[in-house]
């Protein structure tokens, strides 16, 4: 069965460092979602993507974020300049096809600012 | 604005019993609901789902969930309880704001422990 994939599973990076968080959604699959769980709360959405653009943003997803879609495969998150509170579990999802409503989660990667 | 209650924190139930996870949603409109469950180091895996039709909806792995429009809830359910289903639950809405993608507004989970 296709999965979402993510990588790295870890990410231990510096405050004021950027980072890249990559995924590699479902192949035929059109719209593609970040969301964050910080440790021990809920999951929160962060931005989703379709058609090469960003369909709808939530307000974490503030100007040190950004998403791309560099290829037909890979859909990133950077973090221009981590902070702190921005270590979470980031997850990246996929939907799309007969099943548009069902969105598909990725292992997540736990990011860790020091 | 909508929003998704997970009343319980924990459920603890015992193997063979039959469990319930609950989940209560506030929404403008007609209200897309789901359910995921989230085992360690894990993502989210998607349980069922209710966009209309029959409020009994069956899902992954022996769960349901009924659909309850006067109670405004979503509570999901299994019959008899597997020491595998012990994970974290999350009910989940579709949030109707904006014109994107089906972006989803989620509960703060319920942590399920079925004992042996």
């Known amino acids: 069965e296709p999965e979402v994939t993510q990588t790295p599973s870890h990410q231990v990076t510096q405050m004021g460092q950027e980072v890249i968080l990559r995924c590699v959604p479902i192949?035929?699959?059109?719209?593609f979602y970040w969301y964050r769980q910080i440790l021990g709360q809920k999951v929160e959405f962060l931005v989703s993507f379709y058609n090469n653009e960003i369909s709808e943003k939530s307000e974490i997803f503030d100007d040190q974020f950004s998403v791309e879609r560099p290829d037909g495969s890979n859909f990133t998150l950077k973090i221009r300049s981590t902070k702190l509170e921005d270590s979470a579990m980031y997850f990246c999802a996929s939907s799309g096809g007969s099943r548009a409503y069902e969105q598909y989660f990725g292992p997540g990667t736990r990011l860790t600012v020091t | 604005a909508q929003s998704v209650a997970q009343p319980e924190d924990q459920v603890n139930v015992a193997e063979g019993n039959p469990l319930t996870v609950k989940c209560t949603y506030s929404v403008s409109g007609n209200p897309y609901l789901f359910w995921y469950v989230q085992y360690p180091n894990r993502g989210l895996q998607f349980l069922l789902k209710y966009i209309t039709g029959d409020n009994l909806v069956k899902g992954s792995y022996g769960f349901e969930a009924e659909f309850n429009k006067s109670q405004t809830s979503f509570h999901l359910k299994k019959p008899s309880a597997l020491v595998s289903d012990s994970a974290l639950y999350f009910c989940a809405v579709r949030d109707i704001r904006g014109t994107g993608a089906n972006n989803l507004f989620f509960g703060t989970g319920t942590r399920l422990t079925v004992i042996p």
């Open positions: 192949s035929n699959h059109l719209y």
